[in-house]
């Protein structure tokens, strides 16, 4: 019995770890989606290079600019102005604070009007850099993790120094992870002559379909828009996809060492209790009953593991960590994102996996003839 | 007509390629109301005939029937039904479930039926007291003696008011005092519950309690002694 107690835990445990493995790959590539799906506003289009896949491989012409700013679509400021931010992504290589290891770090040059247009974001601390200096402000996530990004600092990048004057969240969206500055200065530090991407924010919503229109019509232009969301949704697809696909081949190799374990214990637990498997048998309990009953108790232990699972992968929650995203091929930070819908998937995962685990050997019990079983001491 | 009729039964057994014969042409009638004392040495075949009347087991030749049912052509899942209704199967070793309170394992029989849970209750309470252990039902089968614990199987026995009570060495584990206890309320469920019980037995002092005598040796029905009612 105390042998039994034994495999019995090492069986839950061996399905909790399964689930939590489960739990917490599926809470990275929730994370990971999250954070680059809140990056995109509804409101805002990005206007990149007819059929550039990433900012990082398009091209926007200087004499682009006034074309699209100038679209009936695009919204305005009090100013008058338009709502449109001309940009340039470059990527810096700065040392992790982690490892002294360089990293690769997004800095992106923007244009006056970009907190504006991108208005989730906020400074807290600090203010935001002026137009016309080597001024920056850092996000939030790459604080701290690479050197010489926190506030009054400064750092070398391009060829130049730069000061590190504010810092801003954004809703823990992928701009966290990036340095921004202005884009007439990033230019020439990095001797690029054009921008690579516009995002503008639109009038409404509603709006989209005709400013792209408007956009591909345009002889003039050899550029196309996308809504802000699904590029961002886009740009998350590859790196979830390889997460997903991964920690499913990880996790069902684990599953099938849990599974062998609910199967071993519940051959081991039809073996001790065979003369009370007769003892019902010859009280009239059919053998789909049996079979039942040591399902039942097979998903019953699984379920225990699973819970244990869960709440093994739960404190990752809302921990934050990096990962170099496929599409810009630059450090991410995002947050372990772990939903009600995880859990009851890992839970269904577990009981799934004792039904599995727990199906040969009930049939077994259901099938020792009774007279025999009996006999067993 | 009589309640049991096995006619002719022979049982063999095959371990490696070997047919071990148990039982050799049989035959026996019970009567309703009967309490029959099974006797014979170890090996006779008392738990193979047994086993065959509660359709746990099943003959290679011959037939059985009991009422109105040739148990022998059920089908397996027929056969489970028809024993939670018509067997009641008291063991030697009780085979009490020792996670289940005394009520819990007298209740076991009733989960087959349709009964409501407060039927169920009444029945329960009523079996524990038939064997005097109404007063026992929350207790587990390690808090019991074995003459208690036995008791408690009689109840399990008996909850559903089954047609035939089969006792397998009721008493073979039990101090003498204990048996006798046992024996007289399976005396009692004969003569003032009119059940008919059949007894598979080595100790003398227990088949004597018997209303009929059967011996049964090296598979055949040998000797066939009628005590004194
Ligand atoms: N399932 C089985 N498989 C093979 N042989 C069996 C099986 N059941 C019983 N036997 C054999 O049949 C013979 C009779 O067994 P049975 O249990 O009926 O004897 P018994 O009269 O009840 O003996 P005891 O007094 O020791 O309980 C024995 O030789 C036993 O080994
Ligand atoms: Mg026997």
């Known amino acids: 019995m105390i042998v039994r107690k034994g495999t019995a835990a090492m069986t839950a445990g061996g399905i909790a770890m399964v689930v939590a493995v489960f739990v917490m790959t599926l809470a990275i590539a929730q994370g990971f989606r999250q954070t680059l799906v809140v990056s995109g506003s509804p409101q805002n289009a990005i206007v990149l290079r007819k059929s550039a896949t990433a900012e990082t491989v398009s091209a926007v012409l200087r004499s682009d600019v006034p074309i699209v700013e100038a679209l009936p679509q695009v919204a305005r400021g009090p100013d008058g102005r338009p709502l449109s931010s001309s940009e340039l992504v470059v990527i810096i290589a700065l040392p992790r604070q982690s490892d002294n290891q360089p990293a690769n770090v997004p800095a992106r040059g923007v244009g006056p009007k970009a907190f504006e247009v991108r208005d989730n974001l906020k400074v807290v601390d600090g203010r935001r850099f002026a137009p016309g200096t080597r001024e920056i402000n850092v996000g939030k996530a790459a604080v701290g993790r690479f050197k010489g990004l926190t506030l009054g600092s400064t750092v070398k990048f391009g060829s130049a120094t730069w000061n590190v004057v504010g810092i801003f969240t954004a809703d823990d969206a992928a701009f966290e992870s990036e340095v921004w500055g202005d884009v007439d200065l990033m230019m020439p530090a990095f001797q690029r002559d054009g921008y690579q991407s516009m995002t503008v924010k639109l009038a409404d919503p509603s709006m989209f379909e005709s400013f792209n229109a408007t956009v591909t019509g345009d002889p003039r232009l050899y550029l196309e828009a996308q809504r802000e969301q699904d590029y961002y949704a886009e740009q998350s697809r590859a790196l979830t996809t390889v997460i997903r696909v991964f920690g499913t081949f990880v996790t069902l190799i684990l599953a099938i060492g849990a599974v062998f374990g609910a199967m071993n214990t519940m051959y081991a637990a039809v073996a001790y209790r065979t003369r009370e498997i007769g003892t019902l048998r010859a009280l009239g309990f059919s053998g789909s009953r049996i079979v039942a009953a040591f399902l039942a108790e097979s998903m019953a232990l699984a379920l225990v593991g699973g819970v244990l699972g869960c709440l093994l992968a739960l404190p990752v929650h809302g921990m934050s960590t990096g990962t170099t995203n496929f599409s810009s091929f630059s450090e991410v930070a995002f947050k372990f994102r772990i939903t009600p819908a995880l859990l009851a998937g890992g839970l269904i995962f577990s009981v799934v996996m004792g039904a599995v685990g727990g199906l040969l050997p009930a049939i077994r019990a259901a099938r020792i003839p009774v007279a025999r079983a009996l006999r067993e001491i | ?229």
Request: charged share 25%; aromatic share 4%.
């Open chain 2, 1 to 229: 007509m009589a309640l049991i009729d096995l006619r002719d039964v022979t049982k063999s057994y095959r371990r490696d390629q070997i047919e071990i014969p148990v039982l050799d042409g049989v035959t026996i009638t019970v009567d309703g109301g009967d309490f029959l004392g099974l006797m014979g040495p170890s090996g006779s075949g008392k738990s193979t005939l047994l086993n065959l009347l509660a359709g746990i087991d099943r003959p290679t030749r011959g037939s059985i029937r009991i009422g109105e049912v040739e148990i022998s052509r059920l089908s397996e899942r027929a056969l489970a039904g028809w024993r939670a209704r018509h067997i009641g199967f008291i063991f030697q070793l009780y085979n009490l479930i020792p996670v289940l309170t005394a009520f819990e394992n007298v209740e076991l029989p009733l989960l087959l039926t349709s009964l409501s849970k407060k039927q169920r209750r009444d029945h329960v309470m009523t079996a524990l007291g038939i064997v005097g252990l109404g007063d026992r039902e929350k207790h587990y089968p390690r808090q019991l003696s074995g003459g208690q614990e036995q008791r408690v199987a009689i109840a399990r026995a008996i909850v559903t008011d089954p047609t035939l009570l089969l006792a397998d060495e009721p008493t073979g584990d039990l101090d003498a005092k204990s048996a006798g206890e046992v024996l007289t309320l399976l005396q009692r469920l004969n003569q003032e519950f009119k059940k008919t019980i059949v007894m598979v037995t080595h100790d003398p002092h227990a088949a004597e309690r018997a209303a009929r005598l059967l011996h049964l040796e090296k598979g055949t029905l040998v000797e066939q002694v009628k005590v004194g009612a």
